[in-house]
């Protein structure tokens, strides 16, 4: 703490501000002018409808007071203190909430960092054991990926295995509802077979030979054909 040195200038003259040494002179001052504080005080409240008040303690530790009409002293105590409260909880409040929105800027900023690092940007202010801490992180995050990947290969295949079965039993269930006629009709049908033979029994059995088809003689429809002689072929017309 430091006296500063005012300089007030009076009718008579400049008087230096400050301490008076002299304790009967100090004291005649006081007087004077706590009467003229007041009387200040009292003023101001009466010409703007302020509510004023005013503790003055002497140098001796006396207690001196005012406090505007119809108003006492410890309403306009309480009034301030809670004035202050408020405001003090406000102040309060935003000072956390700038601090968190720092603190909250700055992890953000962290992040996107972190981030670009990931991607193989920004490397450049990283040390040795950041780039290693870097590819092992990397490298579980791989792991883990692929592990996800397997998993939902499997999950698929399974699907599909289990839709194949659905699918077999309504194929089934749809056969044994099949009429008997239409499931005769997959017995195999090759020649020689029963089916076949019961179909084209007539022609396997002509001449006596199930393997061979009868003899036939062919006649030509255009005359000249018949002069042409086809012995050396082994054939006959």
């Known amino acids: 703490m430091y006296e500063e040195?005012?300089?007030?200038?009076?009718?008579?003259?400049?008087?230096?501000?400050?301490?008076?040494e002299n304790t009967s002179n100090r004291q005649v001052t006081f007087s004077k002018r706590r009467n003229g504080l007041l009387k200040k005080a009292n003023e101001l409240a009466i010409l703007c409808d302020a509510q004023v008040g005013?503790?003055?303690?002497?140098?001796?530790?006396?207690?001196?007071?005012?406090?505007?009409?119809?108003?006492?002293?410890?309403?306009?105590?309480?009034?301030?203190?809670?004035h202050v409260s408020v405001q003090g909880e406000d102040f309060g409040a935003r000072h956390q909430m700038m601090y968190e929105i720092a603190r909250m800027k700055e992890e953000n900023d962290k992040l996107e960092l972190f981030i670009r690092q990931y991607l193989g940007k920004d490397l450049t202010s990283l040390t040795l054991n950041d780039t290693i801490n870097i590819e092992k992180q990397l490298e579980s995050s791989i792991e883990k990926v692929r592990n996800r990947k397997e998993e939902l290969l499997n999950q698929q295949l399974s699907n599909l295995r289990r839709k194949e079965h659905i699918l077999e039993d309504q194929n089934n269930y749809l056969y044994r509802m099949m009429p008997n006629e239409q499931q005769m009709m997959t017995?195999?049908?090759?020649?020689?077979?029963?089916?076949?033979?019961?179909?084209?029994?007539?022609v396997y059995q002509q001449d006596g030979a199930s393997d061979q088809f009868p003899a036939y003689r062919l006649q030509p429809m255009q005359p000249n054909l018949q002069q042409v002689s086809f012995l050396s072929h082994g054939l006959q017309l």
Do not use: H, W
């Open 5 to 20: 040195e005012i300089t007030v200038k009076m009718g008579r003259g400049k008087i230096e501000i400050k301490r008076i």
């Open 54 to 82: 005013v503790i003055i303690f002497s140098c001796t530790g006396k207690m001196f007071e005012f406090c505007s009409s119809p108003l006492n002293l410890r309403y306009l105590i309480d009034k301030y203190q809670k």
């Open 187 to 202: 017995v195999d049908q090759k020649p020689g077979s029963s089916a076949m033979m019961d179909l084209f029994g007539d």
